[in-house]
């Protein structure tokens, strides 16, 4: 199987610290995830029910849900009488071509942020409760200013405590100049006043942070896709960009989020947070497939640079990077 | 169909075995593959689902079920008596130290709502224990979460210990509980900073902290979103430091909440609260049967029979069916009792509890906007006394005053006459009826 080699290859070509960042965020997910897939090879030595069996739990772990992980499996199951595979060593290369095959869908397109060359950009940051909206927003803003871009920072988040001052602090860390309002005001409002603060001062970006709301409330959301209306008046184009922010420990409940979110707001690209932890964040596996919303950024770490464009052939690189040195060696 | 609960799931199964006569074992079999998606589908660990299905398939397909008279019936006995006890068995409450204070220490994963959560429980240890808590700021990694616990603080009127961020939470803990002593706190809650249960360096501290605090209880917060991950990060918070419950946050959300049953599974720890909405009153102590009988779509009675009876008078509930019996009911009993039902919490949250509700096309997504009955009650205050007595003397002048005085429009006067009208009408009809069915009237709008 050339795969893994044309995949290292590639890897190995841009290799930098962002992939080396990735195996180590992604160090304990691999050693699970991967171990557990060579392991189940190890074992059988026929492809058959029970191999299969076993590899839908293995996926239905990583959280790639279970209509995903059935589809998969039929495909790998097809992909199995057509090539005539016998020997389970063989399925490696087969799981991960289609894993990556999943991500990357039908466009070749880099997940990088929809940034105007001239004028304001505005980018609306969205999520339920604890998925690191806010500090999400600080790493993107330190990324952006060192890219040479100024920033402003919106503290659309009226309604949890001490949210205002999380901004703040972010915005002190980073240098850039944050726009609020007291406790409790309307946050349509806040962002209208960014958005007049960020025109007058000519800022390059302005990211607009919002309170956590869980997608089944529907006033709430109603009050979300106001905030989007404000925005979309006041400069025709924007927001450029709807980042939705899912925490990597969630499971199946991100995909009700990702379809109630993108109804609401039209989301253009996920941020994967918490990637650093055991949790697989696999649904975005099924998001990109039933919803074609890209991941456009995954947060790997507590530090104020964890935050990485994603690239799904990295991202797999980094599940697995065992199989791939093991197969080079043989 | 994607985004059905684990309660419709089941329900859609029982279905098609409810009612049979006979249950085979191909039956059993089909159906425990619908309960494995569906449990699956709804988070809970794919070891824990497999164990589950392994047990009630064994007691379903086993004499118990196919013998007896109503086997349909039987299996959903099973599964439901097997998912309570996988959820723990019966509710427990909070440590109280022989010395006090009693010290409660509130850990997990960043952004599973500790903070937050802290500010609910101590408002509960305040309102149904009458406790003097002492809230205890101990995260001094997130920018401002120790701002969040202060105002949360002075939302509830609590006194809140904090040192700034510059000293460690160790010696943040060891004051405090000092403080506590001092100033006779009989409860000290302390909010740590959210970590990686693989972090070494900031499991440790939390090791530390246990040791210099001595907590008579350590809360695992965890998100009712949480997937397959739960069982790790439960796990090992456990083995670490030995937590004595599960607190978990944002069930009023959509999720099916499988995390739940996982992490009593794996920790064998019980869950004592779930976190159910933003505001401070929002934390309920966990109830497994009844949470059990929630997923299967049974409704949660008792929590709403609890709810009524903290909330409703009796006697004016008998004065109520009076009036309704002798067709006396005016817009001010109707004012009353709009009060009342409110009294009871969110009406959507109420409306879930029903049995069966969930099934109702196009009611199971309602959200009632609590404005609307402001602005109801808002219109019956500003009719004078004989109005809301006799409302059909309400002429278009009179209509008009109403809608100005109370910021509504006229429209809106309009329809709740007419939708009072209706309801009277309707009153007359059930009074009308023979006698046995008139029960389960008191909240004649629900």
Known sequence: MNFFKKLKEKITKQADSVTEKFKQGLAKTRDSFAGRVNDLIARYRKVDEEFFEELEEILISADV????????????????????????????????????????????????????????TVILFVGVNGVGKTTTIGKLAHKLKSEGKTVMLAAGDTFRAGAIEQLEVWGERVGAEVIKQTAGSDPAAVIYDAIQAAKARGVDVLLCDTAGRLQNKVNLMKELE??????????????????????????????????????????????????????????????????RIPVKFVGLGEKVDDLQPFDPER??????????????EQ | MAFEGLSEHLQRVMSKIRGKGKV???????????????????????????????????????????????????????????????????QSKIAVASRPPTVIMMVGLQGAGKTTTTGKLANLLRKRYNRKPLLVAADIYRPAAIKQLETLGKQLNMPVFSLGDQVSPVEIAKQAIEKAKEEHHDYVLIDTAGRLHIDEALMDELKQMKEVAKPDEIFLVVDAMTGQDAVNVAQSFHEQLGITGVILTKLDGDTRGGAALSIRAVTNTPIKFVGMGEKLDALEPFHPERMASRILGMGDVLTLIEKAQAAVDEEKAKELEQKIRTATFTLDDFLEQLGQVRKLGPLDEILKMLPGFNKIKGLNNLQIDEKQISRVEAIIRSMTKEEKMHPEIINGSRKKRIAKGSGTSVQEVNRLLKQFDEMKKMMKMMTNMPKGKKRGLKFPFM
């Open chain 1, 65 to 120: 849900g279970v209509t995903t992980v059935m589809e998969l499996v039929d495909e790998l199951k097809m992909e199995v009488k057509r090539r005539n595979i016998q020997d389970p060593q063989e399925m490696q290369a087969v799981i991960s071509e289609k894993l990556v095959e999943i991500y990357r869908g039908d466009d070749d397109k880099p997940a990088e942020l929809n940034i105007q060359e001239n004028g304001l």
């Open chain 1, 226 to 291: 106001k905030v989007k209306r404000v925005i979309e008046r006041e400069i025709p184009g924007a927001p450029h960009e709807v980042l939705l922010v899912l925490d990597a420990t969630t499971g199946q409940n991100a995909m009700s989020q990702a379809k109630t979110f993108k109804e609401a707001t039209d989301v253009t690209g996920i941020v994967l947070t918490k990637l650093d932890g055991t949790a697989k964040g696999g649904i975005v596996l099924a998001i990109r497939n039933e919803l």
């Open chain 1, 315 to 328: 991202y797999v690189y980094g599940l697995f990077a065992d199989l791939l040195e093991d197969k080079n």
């Open chain 2, 24 to 90: 085979t074992e191909a039956d059993v079999k089909e159906m425990m593959r619908e309960v494995r998606l569906a449990l699956l589908e709804a988070d809970v660990n794919f070891k824990v689902v497999k164990d589950f299905v392994k047990r009630v398939s064994e007691r379903a397909v086993g004499q118990e079920v196919l013998k007896s008279l109503t086997p349909g019936q039987q299996v959903i006995k099973v599964v439901k008596e097997e998912l309570t006890e996988l959820m723990g068995g019966e």
